[in-house]
């Protein structure tokens, strides 16, 4: 698919997830980095404090001068959040300790290059410490990690391939193949 100076993010809208994390390092990456890129964040709503935390989201895209950049999509159907992820060259994973992160794969599938937090399965499991995408534990790191992809062709072709490879060792077949070997070679 055609892929677009985008960063994306997916998950519950919810204050815990880091989604102001996200915010401040694209924020940061366009004001060193000088790329004019898209952010999407990507997530559901089903309650009222939900709902008050993306207001949050948007005011502070507006105090940093970032809200035509950034994109907050709602509810998406399956069809939308696969065209952005298909679209993004950057997916960014924000919490921290997760036990494992399918959105990851599936972004990665998608061939967005993922930067996630140095910590947890994204981490150790499926980016295998810097192998297929990048890690950080600030918001410098986050940033430095979205501006070297944005604005190199040559870094992004190679990683978004190795991600793609990547995930296919994830894919429900492989898994089934997997634990078929572990059942019947012992």
């Known amino acids: 698919g055609h892929k677009e100076p985008a960063v994306s993010m997916l998950a519950r809208f919810g204050s815990a997830k ?16 000088g790329i004019t890129a898209r952010l999407y964040l990507v997530g559901s709503i089903s309650n009222a404090v939900e709902a008050r935390y993306v207001r949050h989201l948007k005011g502070v895209a507006e ?3 970032i809200e035509r950049l950034v994109n907050i999509i709602i509810n998406p159907s399956i069809d939308d959040v696969y065209r952005i992820l298909g679209r993004s060259m950057v997916f960014m994973h924000v919490r921290p300790n997760e036990p494992f992160g399918l959105v990851v794969v599936e972004a990665m599938a998608a061939g967005a290059v993922p930067v ?28 430095k990690a979205l501006c ?6 040559k870094l992004f072709t190679r990683m978004s391939k190795a991600a793609a490879e990547r995930a296919e060792k994830f894919s429900f077949a492989n898994f089934k193949c997997n634990i078929k070997n572990i059942i019947t070679s012992n």
Not at 18 to 33: H, R, Y
Not at 116 to 143: C, Q, T
């Open 116 to 143: 996630v937090h140095r910590s947890g399965g994204p981490w150790f499991d499926i980016v295998n410490m810097g192998k297929y995408g990048f890690g950080y534990l600030s918001v410098e790191e986050a940033s």
């Open 18 to 33: 880091g989604w102001d994390l996200a915010l401040t390092a694209f924020n940061d990456m366009v004001k060193k980095c």
């Open 148 to 153: 070297e992809i944005l604005t190199s062709e």
């Open 63 to 65: 105090r940093m001068g």
